[in-house]
């Protein structure tokens, strides 16, 4: 079987990969040739744990391929998966624009029955647009006999573990119109379905919606635990023991109940804006939703106002060494990152960073070039610094030796935005400490 994956980014790499490892010919496409030229000579353009291994095993074997043109391969693959940028609008809905130049491309040069389908994040009803824009270009040609199907496959992959998530999903969502769609979309996955993965048929709405559901979802309980975490401060409870106790319910369940500094990344914040939008154009408000997105930023500064509390408002001419860049472990991601929102704020307030990220140190380059100083490691960060920032809970950072730390620096105190300290065990041995919803 040979499909072709429209987009190169995170999302479009990983799958065709994937697909590529369970035996399917697959073509990577994009329009940009610099990163197409790259793909064959090994150079991948994101960081993801195993994928540089994996996709050269498969390039060499012939069954991933990467190509600008679209329209040269576009007639020998049975299915075009569209996993092109959905970026938030400047009023925050998804801009489709991509999307639709797939489509109108895919009805520029069809002369064969085909299945057409999303991957990408988009609001509920794009399938619509994706198909009047393929018939249409079709009609153009005068070839209004081709016929073809759209679909909806939503991804579910979490930054750091999207191989694992792709080759050991929890479910596969699957949105058709048709039975010849759906059949198509049967061979494709049967490899999952003969190691009893789950795969989930819908209507193409409901797959549409329910990618932006689980996200929302899962923003919803984060900030959840970041409002109960800071209440627990007011009154004295440990947000650690109530994340036990609550967790232990089965209704419940113990995931996504840790309290931190705020979500980031590329998916969270961009769908729960999109959703929110796309409720609003409807005339409906999704009221959880504000909630969720005002928490959330409120969170991304309150390492910065328990900085400046300690410092009684003054900052000015202190370092503030910072470990952690990226918008959570296991990827060099930093956008809506919480690590942007303080080096922004301290540098304002008129002090300066010292950071350290294992991975994202080049990435950050892109968005605050020089403004912040790049520390070889987190005992360099810590040199002469007046206080610690613990944005990213990377595991090399869990066990730092702070005798060794507390000599390099002014003063000794630690602002731990994940948890992953012990304030006694900190306290004893001379550091100031404070997390998050601990007093």
């Known amino acids: 079987m040979k499909i072709a994956i429209v987009g190169t980014g995170y999302v479009g790499l990983v799958t065709g990969t994937c697909f590529a490892e369970m035996g399917t010919e697959v073509y990577c496409v994009d329009i940009d040739q610099k990163k197409i030229d790259n793909l064959k000579n ?21 069954r991933l391929q990467f190509t600008t043109d679209l329209s040269s391969i576009l007639n020998d693959v049975d299915i075009v998966f569209s996993a092109v940028g959905t970026p938030p609008d400047e009023d925050g809905s998804a801009d489709l624009k991509y999307v639709l130049e797939v489509a109108r491309t895919v009805g520029k040069n069809l002369n064969k029955y085909m299945v057409v389908v999303t991957k990408s994040t988009v609001p509920v009803g794009t399938a619509k647009l994706v198909k009047q824009a393929i018939q249409e270009e079709l009609d153009k040609r005068g070839k209004s006999d081709i016929t073809f199907d759209v679909a909806s496959n939503p991804e579910f992959l979490k930054e750091g573990a999207a191989i694992t998530d792709f080759m050991q999903p929890d479910r596969v969502v699957v949105g058709v119109e048709t039975d010849n769609a759906k059949k198509l979309m049967e061979k494709l996955y049967k490899p999952f379905t003969l190691n009893n993965y789950r795969i989930i048929y819908t209507d193409i709405p409901s797959a549409e919606m329910i990618k932006y559901a689980a996200n929302a979802m899962l923003a919803t309980r984060i900030s959840f635990m970041n409002d109960i975490a800071n209440l627990c401060e007011i009154v004295g409870a440990d947000v650690s023991m109530v994340r036990k106790g609550i967790g232990a319910d089965a209704r419940i369940g113990s995931k996504f109940l840790y309290a931190g500094c705020g979500y980031g990344g590329s998916c969270f914040p961009k769908d729960v804006k999109a959703l929110m939008k796309t409720a609003k154009k409807l005339g409906y408000n999704m009221q959880i939703l504000e909630a969720v997105e005002n928490v959330n930023e409120f969170q991304k500064n309150i390492l910065f106002d328990k900085l400046m509390k300690y410092y009684n408002g003054d900052i000015k001419g202190k370092t503030i060494a910072m470990w952690g860049l990226a918008f959570k472990p296991k990827t060099d991601d930093m956008r809506e990152a919480p690590s942007l929102v303080l080096i922004d704020k301290i540098i304002k307030a008129g002090g300066k960073v010292r950071a350290y990220d294992p991975v994202a140190m080049n990435e950050a380059m892109h968005h605050v070039g020089d403004t912040i100083v790049y520390a070889k490691d987190i005992y360099d960060a810590t040199l002469d610094a007046d206080a610690i920032l613990m944005v ?14 507390k000599k390099t620096m002014k003063k000794p105190v630690v602002f731990d935005g994940r948890n992953i300290y012990n304030k006694q065990e900190m306290n004893d041995v001379g550091f100031d400490y404070f997390g998050i919803g601990i007093q």
Do not use: S
């Open 392 to 405: 990213t809970e990377w595991n090399e950072f869990r066990l730092p030796t702070w005798e060794v730390i």
């Open 42 to 62: 090994g150079i991948i353009p994101i960081f993801e744990p195993g994928l540089d291994e994996m996709v050269e095993r498969n390039h060499k074997a012939g």
